[in-house]
């Protein structure tokens, strides 16, 4: 893994963690991982095997999207991972028709920000 996606993981993993109110010592209780690992992984000096990162992030709720595309979503970050989190706990066909109610969404906003210059 990348070392910046190391510490990216490392910041979500402890934001995910103290969201749940959790301390390290709870998390691991919980996961079966190690205090000593989570400490680590948090600091980005340990890369977290995927079943590592898949145990914390199905305990934490949260997307290791975030982390992987964490480049691709820099523009409003925070609200692209709310979307992103929310749309993960979503079937196919819910986050289907989520699509297609942003589009419509979309398409009115720029229908008002842009009126047509056929009405002069």
């Known amino acids: 893994m990348p070392e910046k996606a190391i510490k990216d993981l ?3 993993l402890k934001k995910q963690r103290k969201q749940h109110k959790l301390t390290q010592e709870g998390l691991s209780d919980i996961t079966g991982i190690s205090k000593r690992h989570i400490a680590k992984i948090e600091n980005g000096i340990s890369n977290a095997s995927f079943e590592i990162v898949s145990i914390l992030a199905k305990n934490l ?3 290791i999207d975030n982390i992987i595309f964490s480049d691709v979503l820099n ?4 609200i692209a991972k709310e979307i992103a989190i929310k749309l993960s706990l979503c079937t196919e066909e819910q986050k289907r028709i989520t699509i297609k109610m942003l589009d419509s969404l979309i ?6 920000n842009n009126p047509s210059k056929d009405k002069d």
């Open 107 to 112: 398409e009115e906003f720029q229908t008002i």
């Open 61 to 63: 709720d949260f997307s």
């Open 75 to 78: 523009d409003n970050e925070d």
């Open 10 to 12: 490392g910041i979500a």
